[in-house]
């Protein structure tokens, strides 16, 4: 498959580095989608079904290792490269420990990212079985059933119905409060910063200040969308009996 086949999805929070991006994989010939967050990311994926991504460590909101747990939660094969200064390149070890296919450091040079995409395409490629637009008559595989998983994986609606159902299930064993709700991308985001919000006041202690340093918000905005959520950062704090 030729990069001019492959689509790449750029999330970085920062506009200039999104445009940078996007003018220099398009230049290599690939197709380019961009989000500015974990959310719009979310939605472009449902639209259309990239062959990698290449996520920002450290955005507002969603981090890149929450990006990339919500994206593979549908496309457990996506690979997926890190974008990380020299700040987070621990946070960027430990991704890569849970699945992260790759990470380049910022600032980087053109000749490094796409080394770092190409290299990553490659590997992918020859671990996983072809989706639906890498599928055609003319090279069937030597197997029918892998094709059929991967089909089905490719379809519009199944993919926003696994992220779904599968929040939902990480919501429910941290017995978090998943009220019935509508299907759709709404309540794929809702529960997506539900089970990211739970794990930065799990990892803090309930210490909302740490917590918002950790997403790279600030505390006001945390403590809003804490409540929004409908938790309690002092249920997270260890008791003192």
Request: hydrophobic residues 40%.
């Given at each position: 498959m030729s990069a001019a086949d492959r689509l790449?999805?750029?999330?970085?929070?920062e506009e200039s580095m999104r445009h940078y991006?996007?003018?220099?994989?398009?230049?290599?010939?690939?197709?380019?989608?961009v989000a500015r967050d974990g959310p719009e990311a979310l939605a472009l994926s449902q639209e259309r079904t990239?062959?990698?991504?290449l996520v920002d460590v450290r955005m507002p909101g969603m981090d890149g290792v929450a990006v990339m747990r919500s994206l593979r939660a549908s496309l457990p094969r996506l690979p997926v490269?890190?974008?990380?200064?020299?700040?987070?390149?621990?946070?960027?070890?430990?991704?890569?420990?849970q699945g992260a296919t790759d990470?380049?450091?910022?600032?980087?040079?053109?000749?490094?990212?796409?080394?770092?995409?190409?290299?990553?395409?490659?590997?992918?490629?020859?671990?996983?079985?072809?989706?639906?637009?890498?599928?055609?008559?003319?090279?069937?595989?030597?197997?029918?059933?892998?094709?059929?998983?991967?089909?089905?994986?490719?379809?519009?609606?199944?993919?926003?119905?696994?992220v779904l159902a599968w929040l939902r299930e990480r919501a429910e064993e941290r017995g978090?409060?998943?009220?019935?709700?509508?299907?759709?991308?709404?309540e794929v985001v809702r529960l997506a910063e539900m089970v990211h919000v739970d794990e930065l006041l799990r990892m803090t202690d309930g210490n909302i200040s740490r917590a918002?340093?950790?997403?790279?918000?600030?505390?006001?905005?945390?403590?809003?969308?804490?409540?929004?959520?409908?938790?309690?950062?002092?249920?997270?704090?260890?008791?003192?009996?």
């Open positions: 790449v999805l750029v999330v970085d929070d991006l996007m003018k220099t994989l398009t230049r290599e010939g690939y197709r380019v989608a990239p062959d990698l991504a490269v890190l974008m990380t200064g020299h700040g987070t390149v621990q946070h960027a070890l430990t991704a890569m420990k990470y380049v450091m910022k600032p980087f040079r053109v000749e490094a990212v796409l080394a770092t995409v190409a290299k990553a395409l490659a590997t992918e490629t020859s671990e996983r079985p072809p989706t639906l637009r890498g599928t055609g008559p003319a090279e069937p595989p030597a197997a029918p059933e892998p094709v059929t998983r991967s089909v089905t994986a490719s379809s519009e609606e199944v993919p926003e119905r696994g978090l409060p998943v009220a019935p709700a509508e299907e759709g991308l709404r918002a340093e950790m997403a790279g918000i600030t505390r006001p905005n945390l403590h809003r969308k804490i409540l929004d959520l409908g938790l309690d950062a002092n249920a997270y704090r260890p008791s003192t009996q």
